[in-house]
């Protein structure tokens, strides 16, 4: 659900993004040699999860392999999640496969933790809010990944389909589409 609304937010802004396969489990598909190794060629990969420990613990957290230093757009993600729940900061790893994967390649990957999904307070608001949660993070990413601010003008090409019978309905109704939109 997040993965997804990410995705969509994030092509209103003008980012070319994809979506890895929501019906397969990267990370056992990496562990047959496929997953993170076979799907490359991206200047950034995001892989989203949801923590999970004590009904106590909370916040949100990005993991980066270790020894990395956070870019503009790992800040961004972090600052994102910040404006909804307790910030853990970063987190340094070198035991995760898919991170250590991708940090052989010209990739930068970073593993966002939204929250817990451990802790009810934090489901409460992610289920409540998550549409939102998503655009703080690409209002906060989006200009660092290539993309601009959505246009508000009215578009440049009208389509309208229609079905006719024969060329005189054709006719008929492109003088009523001219009329009604003079």
């Known amino acids: 659900q997040f993965a997804t609304e ?11 993004v994809a979506l890895y396969d929501k019906d397969l489990d990267m990370y056992k598909e990496t562990q047959k040699g496929h997953g993170a190794y076979t799907n490359q060629g991206y200047s950034n990969v995001v892989e989203v999860h949801f923590n999970a420990a004590s009904a106590d613990a909370h916040g949100t957290e990005v993991l980066l392999v270790s020894g990395g230093k956070p870019d503009s757009i790992d800040n961004g993600f972090l600052d994102g999640l910040n404006n909804h729940f307790t910030n853990r900061g970063f987190k340094y790893r ?23 999904i451990s802790n009810k307070a934090d489901m409460d608001h ?12 690409v209002l906060k990413t989006y200009a660092n990944l290539g993309g601009s601010k959505p246009t508000t003008d009215k578009p440049k090409y009208y389509f309208e ?11 008929a109704y492109k003088c009523d589409a001219l009329r009604d939109k003079t």
């Open 6 to 16: 990410l995705f969509n937010q994030y092509k209103k802004y003008g980012v070319d």
């Open 94 to 116: 070198s035991d995760l496969l898919n991170m250590n994967v991708y940090a052989t390649s010209a990739c930068s990957y970073r593993l966002i933790e939204v929250c817990f």
């Open 126 to 137: 992610y289920n409540a809010n998550y549409k939102n949660i998503a655009l703080d993070i």
């Open 161 to 171: 389909v229609v079905a006719a019978r024969d060329k005189a309905d054709v006719d």
